[in-house]
């Protein structure tokens, strides 16, 4: 089936730096890919949606200054987080769509301190 | 995209069939019921989704009422390792693009 390679899988940054994370469709086309973000005890909640070769479209009261979403290609999107801070920490999660569905990566956990 | 409703937690015998029930009374007719779960720290996984007749694959059974407002996600022979958090989503045609809308799923705990 359909794979999504999500790296790093954890990364630890300092405060006020900022932190990019991968997302690549292995085996597969990926047109529109999504990012989530995942709090503790609670369930994914959409932040964006990025389709090849233009801008993300943002959930409200995500800041797209601070969650950058770059999709150049069609198997990789990158999503940076600027001017990092502890609210910031977090397990993000990428998912990218083709014909067949929605597969998602293995996430991220972000940690600020 | 239409809401869907679970019970937030159920326990399950190792070996024993699974059934978790998720409601979904304001389907649309051209929303895909789809069924994932999510493993402590892990990204979701696809299990199976349907329009309106029975599926099964090698993980599970999807059962859909025949009016669409309710369904079941069976898994016949529960291990330690089906336990997790099960969400029923409803999205439109895959072909759209359009993100899947998490809500809180169901805790499924296997008991040995």
């Known amino acids: 089936g359909a794979v999504v390679s999500q790296h790093p899988s954890r990364v630890i940054c300092k405060s006020g730096t900022s932190v990019k994370i991968e997302c690549r469709s292995l085996?597969?086309?990926?047109?529109?890919m999504f990012w989530y973000r995942q709090f503790p005890k609670q369930s994914l909640m959409l932040m964006a949606t990025?389709?090849?070769?233009?801008?993300?479209?943002?959930e409200q009261g995500v800041e797209k200054d601070k969650f950058l979403i770059n999709h150049a290609s069609l198997t990789l999107s990158t999503l940076t987080v600027t001017s990092a801070h502890p609210e910031d920490s977090s397990f993000y999660i990428c998912?990218?769509?083709?014909?067949?569905?929605?597969?998602f990566g293995s996430g991220t956990r972000l940690t600020v301190v | 995209d239409a809401k869907t409703t679970q019970p937030p937690s159920m326990d399950c015998a190792e070996g024993r069939a699974a059934n978790l029930p998720c409601n979904h009374s304001?389907?649309?007719?051209?929303?895909?019921v789809y069924w994932y779960r999510q493993i402590h720290s892990q990204g979701p996984q696809y299990i199976i989704h349907?329009?309106?007749n029975n599926e099964t694959n090698e993980m599970a059974s999807l059962i859909i009422t025949e009016d669409r407002k309710s369904s079941t996600l069976i898994l016949p022979h529960a291990t330690l390792r089906d336990t997790a958090v099960y969400y029923c989503?409803?999205?439109?045609?895959?072909?759209?693009?359009?993100?899947?809308?998490f809500g809180k799923g169901t805790s499924l705990l296997v008991t040995p």
């Open positions: 998912s990218a769509h083709d014909s067949y569905g929605y597969t």
């Open positions: 085996d597969f086309q990926a047109t529109t």
């Open positions: 990025s389709n090849e070769g233009s801008k993300a479209t943002y």
């Open positions: 304001t389907i649309s007719g051209n929303e895909y």
């Open positions: 349907g329009l309106k």
């Open positions: 989503i409803l999205s439109r045609n895959s072909n759209s693009g359009y993100a899947l809308n």
